[in-house]
């Protein structure tokens, strides 16, 4: 079946990346996972999950590094390549042995959002298989770890709600952060942005929220993102933990 497709602009039109246009269409999340991702120049990154690939190019037009996308949905695989994305086609709890015998400076993710069981299934296989939860996120956590140097930074965002099965995931990281997104002021946070690294022994810090919009309520027409939110998602600048 012959799926129609959108061309759609990312970091105010620096990114370009095809989508379909019904079912799993990348949005905001992926923009600030690959913003808060510390990647260096030449390092190597490694996703999990990276769809049509949308996170791995916001990532790579910031900095220069190399990434590798996983998926298991053939569709969405065969979009990140024309897309310019490096994918392996294959289920994180499966890798093929070119990946298992690689190890990367980071991994990042966007694991499904939905726990097994909740809520209603999506009518499109694809936006189905995209948020709802196959694979426990601990398992996304231990394959993280595994394809993670040694010091290697795991960054993820999630939804605030599952923060904790994030954490119980996280045997073998320390020096985790977390990184709350709350949509305006006055909000419980949505959304968390959290960084572990292998290995690493510093304290636990819950960072200060950043708000993506302006007021406590959406007064005018267009968008009204923070200084900070438009930083991010329209000029590709780096999404801090200060």
């Known amino acids: 079946m012959t ?8 970091l105010g039109g620096r990114v370009q990346a095809w989508q379909p246009r019904t079912g799993y ?5 992926p923009v600030f996972l690959a913003a808060a991702c510390p990647a260096k120049a030449g390092e190597h990154v490694l996703e999990l999950g990276c769809g049509a690939g949308v996170a791995a190019l916001c990532l790579a037009a910031r900095v220069a590094c190399h990434v590798t996308g996983v998926e298991r949905q053939a569709f969405y695989a065969d979009l990140a390549r024309r897309n310019g994305v490096d994918v392996v086609e294959a289920d994180l709890t499966a890798l093929p042995a070119e990946l298992r015998q690689r190890s990367f400076d980071h991994v990042i993710a966007n694991p499904p959002y939905l726990a097994a069981g909740a809520g209603t299934a999506a009518e499109d296989a694809g936006r189905e298989g995209a948020f709802r939860e196959e694979t426990p996120l601990a ?13 290697g930074w795991l960054t993820m965002i999630h939804l605030a709600e599952r923060l904790p099965d994030v954490l119980a995931g996280l045997d073998g990281f320390g020096s985790i ?3 709350p997104l709350a949509a305006r002021e006055g909000r419980d946070a949505g959304r968390v942005v ?7 022994r510093g304290a636990f810090r819950l960072c200060a929220p950043v708000l993506i919009h302006e007021g406590a309520t959406h007064l005018r027409d ?4 923070s200084a900070t939110a438009r930083a991010v998602l329209r000029d590709g600048a780096a999404l801090t933990f200060d």
């Open 25 to 29: 269409r990348a949005a905001t999340d």
């Open 194 to 200: 959290l960084r572990a690294r292998k290995g690493g």
């Open 139 to 151: 398992e996304w956590c231990t394959v993280a770890r595994a394809r993670l140097k040694p010091g």
């Open 222 to 225: 267009g968008d009204d993102y």
């Open 3 to 10: 799926r129609e497709l959108t061309q759609d602009g990312f």
């Open 177 to 179: 952060a977390v990184l």
